[in-house]
């Protein structure tokens, strides 16, 4: 989670290049997306709360897919 908070605070200081923000929201849209058990429930709901978009929606995403292997 340390990790994560130490990214949400790089994308939250405007002094912040927009490319660095770009690949660290592409990184985490790729982690979720690709690997996203690597990632605790608790993690993937906090990501599923951010404001830029692509990061919800994938982290929504991986909710369901969790949802959905723990339903069968």
Do not use: C
């Amino acid at each position: 989670m340390a990790t994560l908070e130490a990214f949400r605070a790089v994308l939250d200081d405007k002094g912040t290049p927009e490319i660095i923000r770009n690949h660290i929201i592409d990184s985490l849209q790729y982690a979720l997306r690709n690997h996203g058990q690597i990632f605790t429930a608790k993690e993937v709901e906090w990501l599923a709360g951010w404001d830029d978009a692509r990061i919800p929606l994938a982290a929504t995403r991986e909710l369901h897919k969790r949802v959905a292997e723990t339903s069968r």
